[in-house]
């Protein structure tokens, strides 16, 4: 079974689905968006440290975000320049460096549209042992932090008050962000990543009446868009990565019209 | 009473700003500790230092060992992406026995809030929310910054007279943040007007009094408190009977800066 590339695609994209639908939600809930992109930016640079270093593409890719993040969280400390700020400096030049080490690479056959818009339809089985055990611990970290998270997202300042260790909750968040980059990246690539994290948990708010639901619908929203976007992209020959995405604003769009019928009930 | 927790010359200085300095803070078991003063004479700071959050560079804290204190922190806004319930919100970070909730909800006057989301609540039922979340920790202090900020006049004498309830039900001291003196609950058994250093400090009436407050927020400020002790010394019933607030037998206890090195 594994053997037919299409349930390998799918398989694939179900997994990060699964991942993204919960991690999604912390990052609308805690306004990360442009956090999360910028970090899927800074990817390319991890992409073509991985080859130079020749070790595994997706462990550079993580290393890379990670290192990012991390010093983007140890430099919010500091007040003195704005996170955003912070954000585009250290993101876009990475992503600038990233490309200029590229082209040193001279004679690199590397396909980049493949990184930058995703390639389901290639992943291989250890592709796909990488999302898998990837998506598994980033679950498993969200759902041990899962209480913690909640009160850091709704108050910093209280959670930390009553004992929550705010800046490694802080950094945890931002280390599953990475991994989940680095994992998802081959699904949809490193510049349409942050959709896959916001659309499927916007499109379940309006259908959701606590945090778990939001979260585990945000999840099956993502597998659905995953289904449809693989199933698009078969039957019209359109790429894999932006078919994903396309049906996850349809869902979007949908939901938008679901909520406005609830509300008239 | 005994004593919950003592700062002895607590100062702190960022860059080349004095934020806070040489100040002293104590707060006994029962006792009503209102802190005053303009925007950005350390307020914030000081509570956070008496929080943990944050370490002085000068002076010493002790609080009494095992210390519970129960946090309600500034008006907060919770994003409306969030899909949360009250009975949700006070399951964080450690979910809670129900009955426990229940009581805590009860107590603040919110036990039909239990099911509405946070975002949607007003300022003032948020307020009562996060009081009972604060007393579902059985706290031994009561910490509150700025709690009557954005709620009505009539909502304010309420929410003041809610936390003189909990604090005689419970016996816990209780520390006020506020940026003036005017609506100061009756029940506030000691002020202490802030900035960067303590300018005054002793019962309401005569803190209102005191050349350094005046100094600070200006005669007017004096006036409002005397002109709202004149008349507010009652409240109507929804009849509109007069109630009485709370009588105050001592005559004003005048503390300053000068004389401060009292012993306890």
Not at chain 1, 93 to 121: E, H, P
Not at chain 1, 187 to 195: A, R
Not at chain 2, 55 to 75: C, E, F, K, W
Request: neutral net charge.
């Amino acid at each position: 079974m594994l053997d037919d590339f299409l349930v390998r695609a799918f398989l694939a994209g179900a997994g990060v689905a699964l991942v993204a639908g919960p991690l999604g939600c912390f990052v609308v809930w805690r306004r990360m968006a442009y956090f999360g992109d910028s970090l899927s930016h800074s990817a390319l640079l991890g992409i073509t440290l991985g080859f130079l270093l020749q070790v595994d593409l997706q462990l550079g890719v993580a290393a890379t975000c990670a290192a990012v993040a991390l010093l983007v969280g140890l430099l919010q400390q500091q007040q003195r320049l704005p996170t955003d700020t912070l954000l585009g400096i250290l993101a876009h030049s990475a992503l600038a460096l990233g490309l200029v080490a590229l082209s040193f690479v001279g004679n690199l056959r590397l396909d980049l549209m493949g990184y930058l818009f995703g390639d389901v339809l290639a992943v291989s089985r250890s592709d796909l042992l990488w999302i898998w055990i990837g998506g598994a611990s980033v679950l498993l970290v969200l759902t041990i932090y899962w209480r913690r998270l909640l009160l850091a997202t709704v108050h910093e300042e209280l959670a930390s008050a009553e004992g929550v260790a705010v800046l490694r909750i802080r950094l945890t968040l931002m280390l599953t962000l990475a991994v989940t980059i680095a994992v998802a990246m081959k699904i949809v690539g490193i510049l349409l990543i942050t959709s896959m994290l916001i659309l499927p948990a916007a499109a379940a708010r309006r259908f959701a009446r606590s945090p778990e639901e939001m979260a585990i619908l945000a999840a099956g929203l993502g597998v659905v868009a995953v289904g449809l976007g693989l199933a698009g992209s078969l039957r019209y020959d359109t790429p894999s990565g932006p078919s994903i995405v396309v049906a996850a604003l349809l869902l979007f769009i949908l939901s938008l019209a679901g909520g406005a019928l609830k509300w008239r009930k | 009473m005994s004593r919950l927790l003592e700062a002895r010359g607590i100062g702190l200085t960022r860059g080349d700003r004095v934020i806070l300095e040489n100040v002293d803070l104590d707060i006994s078991e029962g006792e009503v500790v209102t802190l005053i003063g303009p925007n950005g004479s350390g307020k914030t700071t000081l509570l956070r230092i008496l929080l943990g959050l944050e370490r002085p560079d000068a002076g010493n804290l002790h609080r009494r060992s095992g210390l519970t204190i129960g946090y309600v922190p500034q008006r907060l806004t919770i994003s409306p992406t969030l899909p949360l319930s009250t009975r949700q919100f006070l399951q964080l970070p450690h979910r809670q026995p129900q009955g426990k909730v229940e009581q805590a909800l009860r107590e603040t006057a919110v036990e039909h809030l239990a099911e509405a989301q946070v975002h949607a609540l007003s300022g003032g039922e948020f307020q009562r929310v996060l009081l009972a979340r604060a007393l579902l920790h059985e706290p031994e202090l009561l910490v509150l910054d700025e709690p009557a900020q954005g709620i009505d006049f009539n909502g304010q004498l309420d929410l003041y007279q809610l936390i003189d309830r909990v604090r005689q039900d419970r016996g816990c001291g209780v520390l006020l943040v506020s940026h003036d003196l005017h609506l100061v609950m009756a029940a506030t058994d000691q002020v202490i007007c802030l900035n960067r250093h303590v300018c005054c400090s002793g019962e309401p009436e005569a803190v209102s009094q005191h050349p350094a407050y005046t100094a600070l927020f200006g005669p007017r400020a004096a006036q409002a408190l005397a002109i709202y002790q004149h008349h507010h010394d009652h409240r109507h019933d929804i009849a509109g009977e007069p109630i009485p607030l709370r009588q105050r037998n001592n005559p004003p206890r005048l503390r300053n800066e000068a004389s401060a090195d009292e012993p306890f």
